[in-house]
């Protein structure tokens, strides 16, 4: 485990800058170094995030420079040639914590070759419904496997830089995130919300960033429980809170008394009423001290280091992007071996993204690569395979492109979604509330504050409903954000339709970040796989797969479903919504559907066998305890090739109702063919255990616990039958 906390010698130093410094300058230290106003203007007219950092803390007089804050979760979104990796959710679908905590650091080293040292690129909110704008920022639905990713991604960053690791906590809407109040119970946030926070803690996380959106009636930024009595006391971290960047407070006072440490980027509420409120005794001093303290030891425990420009998109970084562009993809469809493609002399390549960067949405995330350097799906097959003939179109022309396919050996369709269709998105007219806290223009008070500030608030609400306005007619029902229907859009269907029935070899390769429901065609082709967002190194991973110099190995991080209506309600304008235990795979199950893709599900060009499966606790061992779990598996396929060993729990049940099927742990393995080997899973006994509201903590249940190894969560698998004492473990 990191451990985030500052050596005694840091921690000596925090200490004695703080004693030297005034209110004035403590309360410098609580916010971004940018006025707003300023700031707001850099961003409307010089695309400010993705040309600097965003300092805060910097305070000369007692040598403090601060810290400085970029974006990342695919790579540093700075201009300038940094490298572009898969999204995370295609990171999530490699299943590969020890390849997630390379580009983490990988995406560290970079981060400080601009300056930057402090990195937004642990999203872990769960992923409660496929459709959210924001899929594809994340790692999955399942919180043991998003845990695992997340802090893997957290340990990587936190060699080089200072992780941050968002939203905390329940942001998975998109479209109504600055009004939503999500309800949950206490059992809820501790089994499926927020343990992946605490794994991402537990790895050395240094910042953690609160959400915009409300839980159980409090807005998050100013949530006393999630900031202190979870996150600072509970879970005993030791790092610093930040508010979602502009809009992530309401009330200053509230927020900082909630837990909060930090607003940024923009001095902003906190400029506005912290000062009087220390004036009047509404804020004690020592709130004041223990959030400075934090950002002081933040600032003091940043790796020293040398990294020079040449970090970036190096030859290394760039190995490393095609390296999970690989492992991510996921074969869904492989009727009749139509997979790899062999023996073709002539194939048709057909689709929208044929040969241009889909890298992702255009939000927070959006990332610049250099010009000419990413591959597209095109690019990497005709480098692979120049002896192949590839005849290409857009499919925008459905007779000219059926006739290409026709006249072929086979079809290759790349089709899906893009920026346009999902990502980011705001309703600007939400924030009206936030933005007539902040305090006009420089140049307006200099008219007279007696005269300006009566005048504000409505001016104020005027801005955010002209720009809501604006908004709407510019984006209307086809801007990015949510999407509640999760089919390809029409056009793609029919164009699916038409090359299939001419040419009955044909492929599908889908890209995009949610998920995309393929019950009304799926049938009608024999090929089908995932390519999601791939970075910039995608098509030549495509091309790999392809062509079966790799197996495909990646594995579904959440459900496709036969139907939208088996996930849950998902109103992306929602004001109040209520979370409960089922969603995915768990509530597929509850409700008696099977998937079209279970969570898990992937194929390979190998084959894969398990054999005896052991399993044993050692109650001493690790925090709590660990569940050993050790299966042999063998390679009996033709080909070097990675499996999945995913082991789920099917616990008693009796004491309350619980999930029928639960992922408890994974293993990621590369094999030689033929290869045989005993894989040794250690599990925490936590994930056994249930949240037991009454005791406020988790209890592990007597009985006879089942335990599946399995290749996806409705795997029959390999099972056996453990007998567990009933304990409380602990909070």
């Not at 509970?234 to 927020?255: K, L, M, P, S």
């Not at 063998?634 to 099917?650: F, H, I, K, P, T």
Request: hydrophobic residues 45%.
């Amino acid at each position: 485990m990191t451990d985030p906390a500052p050596d005694p010698a840091s921690q000596a130093r925090a200490l004695s800058l703080l004693a030297e410094m005034s209110l004035a300058e403590k309360l410098h230290l609580l916010d971004g170094d940018t006025p707003f106003w300023a700031g707001m203007v850099d961003i409307a007219t010089r695309d400010a995030s993705h040309r600097h950092p965003w300092p805060t803390g910097c305070l000369p007089r007692l040598g403090l420079k601060g810290l400085q804050f970029v974006d990342g979760p695919r790579g540093v979104v700075l201009e300038g040639g940094a490298t572009t990796f898969p999204v995370p959710i295609a990171r999530g679908a490699t299943w590969d914590p020890e390849l997630e905590e390379r580009i983490g650091e990988a995406i560290a080293r970079e981060a400080r070759s601009f300056g930057a040292d402090w990195v937004a690129a642990v999203c872990v909110n769960l992923l409660r419904h496929p459709g959210w704008g924001r899929a594809q920022e994340t790692y999955g639905e399942d919180p043991v496997h998003l845990g695992a990713m997340g802090a893997a991604m957290t340990r990587g960053l936190q060699r080089h830089a200072i992780a941050c690791v968002k939203h905390f906590a329940l942001n998975s809407i998109d479209s109504s995130r600055f009004l939503v109040d999500v309800r949950a119970s206490q059992r809820v946030l501790h089994e499926l919300y927020l343990p992946h926070f605490r794994d991402c803690v537990k790895a050395g996380a240094g910042s953690v960033m609160s959400a915009y959106n409300r839980v159980n009636g409090e807005w998050c930024g100013q949530h006393p429980q999630l900031l202190q009595d979870i996150l600072k006391t509970r879970w005993d971290f030791g790092g610093f809170v930040v508010t979602d960047f502009i809009f992530g407070v309401r009330d200053g006072v509230r927020a900082l008394l909630a837990g909060q440490d930090l607003e940024m980027p923009f001095r902003m509420i906190f400029e506005g009423s912290l000062s009087e409120a220390v004036a009047d005794g509404r804020l004690p001093i020592h709130r004041i001290d223990e959030a400075v303290l934090r950002l002081l030891q933040a600032q003091l425990t940043v790796p020293p280091g040398s990294y020079p420009m040449s970090l970036r998109h190096g030859a290394d970084h760039r190995q490393l992007a095609r390296e999970a562009a690989t492992k991510s993809i996921v074969l869904l469809k492989n009727e009749g071996s139509v997979l790899p493609l062999r023996g073709l002399h002539s194939l048709a390549v057909i689709g929208p993204y044929l040969a241009v960067a889909n890298l992702g949405d255009r939000g927070s995330s959006d990332t610049r690569p250099e010009p000419g350097s990413v591959v597209t799906p095109l690019a990497g097959l005709q480098a692979a395979a120049p002896e192949l003939r590839l005849e290409v179109a857009d499919g925008a022309d459905l007779r000219a492109a059926t006739a290409l396919a026709a006249e072929c050996d086979a079809a290759l369709l790349v089709l899906g979604l893009d920026w346009r269709l999902e990502g980011e998105h705001i309703h600007p007219g939400d924030i009206a509330p936030i933005l007539q806290q902040v305090p006009p223009p420089d140049g307006l008070l200099r008219l007279g504050r007696s005269r300006v500030l009566p005048l504000w608030r409505p001016v104020a609400r005027l801005i955010a409903w002209i720009t809501s306005y604006g908004s709407a007619r510019r984006g209307g029902d086809f801007a990015a954000g949510d999407r509640t229907g999760l089919d390809l859009p029409p056009e793609q269907v029919a164009l699916i339709e038409a090359v299939a029935a001419a040419n009955p070899r044909t492929v599908v390769v889908l890209m995009g970040g949610g998920a995309i429901l393929t019950e009304g065609w799926h049938d009608r082709v024999p090929g089908l796989l995932l390519l999601w967002y791939p970075g910039q190194r995608g098509g030549e991973a495509l091309a790999d797969v392809l062509l079966g110099r790799v197996s495909p190995s990646g594995r579904l991080p959440f459900t496709i479903p036969t139907n939208a209506a088996h996930l849950p309600p998902f109103e992306p304008r929602a004001q109040q919504v209520t979370y409960d235990l089922w969603h995915g795979y768990r509530r597929l199950r509850r409700e008696g559907h099977r998937a079209a893709y279970p969570f898990g599900y992937g194929l390979s060009y190998s084959r894969f066998e398990l054999a005896d499966l052991t399993a044993a606790i050692e109650p001493q061992a690790g925090e709590e305890g660990e569940l050993v779990v050790e299966v042999t598996v063998r390679n009996g396929g033709a080909m070097e090739a990675d499996e999945v060993v995913q082991v789920y729990l099917e616990p008693p049940g009796r004491q309350v109702e619980r999930p029928a099927r639960v992922l408890v742990g994974f293993q990621r393995a590369s094999m030689a063919m033929a290869e045989q080997r005993r894989l040794v899973l250690r599990i925490p006994l936590r994930r056994l255990a249930y949240f037991e509201e009454s005791s406020d903590g988790f209890v592990l249940e007597p009985g006879l616990h089942r335990l599946v190894v399995a290749r996806h969560a409705e795997d029959a698998g390999l099972a056996l039958e453990l007998q567990v004492e009933g304990r409380i473990l602990g909070r």
